[in-house]
């Protein structure tokens, strides 16, 4: 019984010691890349071009390129993923041909992201004409987090109790105002708090855009969407992997991931949060 | 006259509201049918771009020859071998370090840790989850590497072994989270049960809850191995990405994703080259397909159990 007791206990500290592990990974993780990027940090760093083939200035063009891409992705995503999320939960019915659907979005979700970039050269750089652009990146990102957003507002539709719908169709709604006034505004916060991780998960994505309009360098801003950009991810993969001068560029690298270690992070927070806030005010 | 004008009124609203109503879900139809129309659209691409090389190179040196070589200058050869070996034993090397670690875990997570530990634990994981995979890959280029090479003293500076352990890392909150859930829905009768027959926690553990879970920890594993071939950048970065036929973990290896990455931006629109990376691109997206298809199985098998 004794000699139970202590293999319990050791199996026990095991089991512990994983759970230290994941904590352990992460804080490695973020004291390397914090300590790094830290000196780095400065209004300057961050609102000015890069200087001397990247080893001096700042990042601001990567910093724009992520954000309008992230704003266009979700432009195009959003609607997609929840209208299409609201026909799943709210008016498809059981058979094969909603079936079909669902594996569709399941499969989608499985596919490596460079396949999508893949996608996205075949269909929107060449066969589209939309050449290396930020809209082609845009689009090929929105395809790749669709089923995200799909599968969060799907949870969240269905999280709102049968009852609130049956009562809204028996005081004479159509099924349109029963989903539109009494399902959706209860499902709004869940809809979107996936699409916020969804998003966070465009903004750091690199393989795809390495193919569809990603740049290394341009001197200027994008200006229209059919223009080349510059991107963090894209530009922390190059400096990292094919500077000239590594030790040099490693500050501008260190920072920029800092930078978008901060985007990301804040969205997942914002997200996890607002989840939280809401599970406990709907509780039906 | 009066009445009768009333009823018209409301009878034109109500037929408005009808159209209404049918317009919205023929519209909401043609959404719903996006996600079709993309797996549709990806496949057609990958074929209508890889298929060519296959008609015009050569096909049977692409699946058993062992030398990718696209760019020398006599004969180009396109033998896709090394990188499935690569994308094989970086994920591997990757199963071998992150289930253990990751089952474990969510076993300490559902059925050991104290509910404080595991709110703190829970957030630690999703961060771990949300950080771009080019994160990883640059800490497996500039830091891991460099503790391999102390450790290990490897014949390469990267090697496949370093793309192994950042891979696990990045395997870990999808194999804890899918796993954690399983392990949970197990009903709490059958633990109760076997406590009440005098059976100690870690037995009731060991030979109730996780024989009960195991075809939902399996369909975790499975998907965080899918996602492992899947991953680029971090392998792109860390493994060094030579097309060579080895088995040492300590050299240097190129996976099929990241082959399709680094080459991509350099060969010219429509020649055999490209075409070559694009039948890649086929073959991993059948590999990742059939593993989520046989994870998607196991976990059915699950969900009807309980």
Not at chain 1, 22 to 37: E, K, P, R, T
Not at chain 2, 83 to 97: R, W
Not at chain 2, 253 to 264: F, G, H, L, N
Request: charged share 15%; net charge positive.
């Amino acid at each position: 019984m004794k000699w139970k007791k202590i293999k319990e206990h050791i199996i026990y500290s095991l089991l512990r010691l994983t759970g230290l592990f994941i904590v352990c990974a992460l804080a490695v993780l973020l004291f390397y890349i914090i300590s790094g990027g830290m000196g780095k940090m400065s209004w300057d760093f961050l609102s000015s071009f890069p200087k001397d083939g990247m080893m001096s200035g700042g990042i601001f063009p990567m910093i724009i390129g992520t954000l309008s891409l992230m704003t266009l992705t979700m432009l195009i995503a959003l609607p997609i993923g929840t209208l299409s999320a609201i026909y799943l939960v709210e008016y498809a019915k059981p058979g094969r041909f909603t079936d079909a659907i669902r594996l569709a979005v399941h499969n989608l979700a499985g596919v490596p992201s460079i396949v999508y970039g893949l996608l996205g050269l075949g269909l929107f750089v060449v066969f589209l004409g939309l050449g290396l652009s930020l809209i082609s990146a845009a689009l090929t990102l929105a395809i790749m987090v669709l089923p995200i957003i799909i599968a969060s507002s799907q949870e969240a539709l269905r999280a709102v109790p049968q009852n609130i719908r049956e009562g809204a169709l028996a005081l004479g709604s159509t099924k349109w105002e029963t989903t539109r006034y009494h399902v959706l505004p209860y499902a709004l916060p869940g809809m979107m708090t996936g699409s916020i991780l969804a998003l966070s998960r465009a903004a750091g994505e690199t393989a795809p855009i390495i193919m569809t309009g990603a740049a290394f360098y341009i001197t200027h801003l994008p200006s229209s969407i059919f223009d080349e950009f510059m991107a963090l991810p894209y530009s922390i993969y190059t400096l990292a992997t094919q500077s000239s001068n590594v030790e040099a560029t490693r500050p501008t690298i260190f920072g920029a991931i800092l930078v978008l270690l901060l985007i990301v992070l804040c969205m997942n927070l914002v997200a996890i949060i607002a989840r939280n806030y809401y599970r406990k005010k709907y509780r039906w | 006259m009066k009445h009768t004008m009333f009823s018209l009124k409301k009878f034109d609203y109500k037929k408005i509201r009808n159209i209404k109503d049918k317009t919205v879900r023929k519209i909401l139809l043609g959404f719903g049918l996006t996600a079709v129309i993309f797996i549709i659209l990806i496949l057609a691409f990958l074929l209508m771009e890889g298929l060519p090389f296959f008609f015009n190179g050569d096909s049977i040196d692409f699946f058993t020859g062992d030398v990718w070589d696209p760019s020398s200058p006599n004969i180009p050869r396109y033998g896709i071998l090394p990188m499935v070996l690569g994308t094989f034993l970086v994920t591997l090397g990757a199963i071998v370090i992150a289930v253990p670690i990751g089952v474990g875990c969510s076993i300490y997570l559902a059925e050991i840790a104290h509910p404080k530990i595991r709110e703190t634990l829970k957030p630690v994981i999703e961060i771990l989850a949300g950080i771009p995979s080019v994160v990883y890959g640059f800490f497996a280029l500039v830091v891991l590497s460099a503790w391999i090479d102390d450790f290990f003293h490897s014949t390469t500076r990267l090697n496949a072994l370093t793309g192994s352990i950042m891979l696990a890392v990045m395997m870990l909150p999808i194999i804890i989270s899918l796993s954690e859930d399983a392990i949970r829905s197990v009903p709490r009768e059958m633990k109760e049960a076997s406590l009440a027959l005098g059976l100690t926690k870690w037995d009731t553990i060991r030979g109730v809850v996780i024989p009960a879970a195991l075809s939902g920890i399996t369909a975790a594993i499975i998907l965080g191995v899918a996602r492992a071939i899947g991953e680029t950048m971090t392998v792109l970065m860390a493994t060094g990405n030579a097309p060579v036929i080895s088995f040492d973990m300590l050299t240097s290896m190129r996976t099929m994703t990241a082959t399709i990455a680094v080459e991509m931006g350099e060969v010219p629109f429509g020649s055999i080259h490209y075409h070559a990376l694009f039948a890649v691109g086929i073959v991993l997206f059948v590999i990742t397909f059939v593993i989520n298809f046989i994870a998607d199985k196991v976990m059915k098998r699950f969900r009807e159990k309980y």
